[in-house]
């Protein structure tokens, strides 16, 4: 009996494993009510709902201040952990979830499945160089998962906020002072350490479809697995080019070898959301305003054609003064 049991929690484990925050929206009007839905399966889908039981912190954090949530105030919509709560005043907002660890029996084809499937590819080569990829594993892993959204137009600095999750993402710029054509940095954090050389992936979902680029370190991109692939740098720094907008993520697992009792493997799970709009050229200051440089180029434009027409008016002028000297 024991058989048919692991196999039907490895298919749940490797089918819904991802966790991420997500709005329907990340750009807020202030003070209204809003939906924050925690999906426990892939970017684009939540296979099933996470029990109060599992969160440690939920955390809101906006214009300073960090609101912690009740684990009460979540409700089960179908297969989705949904929190209701209400936008505050403009600002940059940010929020997370940290869930308590599990363990987990894997057998050594499963573990090397999964590993594989969800690109831990660091622990995979790891067994493959030691010849240990016939050894079962008992896992204990965890998540921490977080979401930044735009609330009104004044941009806050509370996106940097470090919650003290075991493993999470801090950008180095705004979410929203982010545009098509520019890069997103990333340090990501280790018990409150940076973490370099560590693999990260990341996507977007632009008219529901989910497009993720494997990149490595020399330019070259290739797909993996439906899977986006970066790695940090030495300083734990990475940086996500933005090519479209939509919806977007980064996500990573840091997985070791336990010493713990009982033990074979430990990891911890990474996620951060958030929104690109599709306003190509606008910038958006920190004071709010926005700056446009499709209206930069009409005005060099306008500015072209003023100086243009002066000189065919002063040639024109010249022209006939000319005749009439003549005359």
Known sequence: MRKPILLLVCFTLLSSHDMFLKLDAFHLAPNTASTIKLFNGTFSQSDNIITRDRMIDVSLVGNGQRIAFDTNQ???IENTTVLDFKTGADGTWIAGVSTKARNIDLE???FNNYLE??????????RKENNKLEEDAIEKY??????????????TEDWK???GY?????????????????SLKFKLLWQNLALADQLVYGGYTAED?????HSHEDGKEHHHHDATQYRTNSDGIVSIPIAHSGDWFVRTIHMALSGEEGLTHESNWATFTWGISDKAGTHTHADGTTHN???DLNHGMGQYLYWLIGVLVLLATLFMLRKKSKR
């Not at 499937?117 to 790891?126: A, C, I, N, P, Q």
């Not at 965890?142 to 941009?155: A, D, E, I, L, P």
């Not at 075991?166 to 520019?182: C, H, K, M, Q, R």
Request: aromatic content about 8%; proline content about 5%; some cysteine.
């Open 74 to 76: 979540w409700k089960d």
């Open 108 to 110: 050594a084809d499963d």
């Open 117 to 126: 499937h969800d690109g831990v590819l660091d622990m995979l080569e790891w």
């Open 142 to 155: 965890s998540k921490h998962v977080k979401t930044c959204f735009q609330v009104g137009n004044k941009r």
């Open 161 to 163: 906020e470090v919650l």
């Open 166 to 182: 075991p493993i999470e993402f801090i950008p180095l710029n705004n979410p929203y002072e982010t545009n098509v054509g520019d």
């Open 209 to 213: 479809h989910v497009h993720e680029v």
């Open 293 to 295: 440089h499709d209206n």
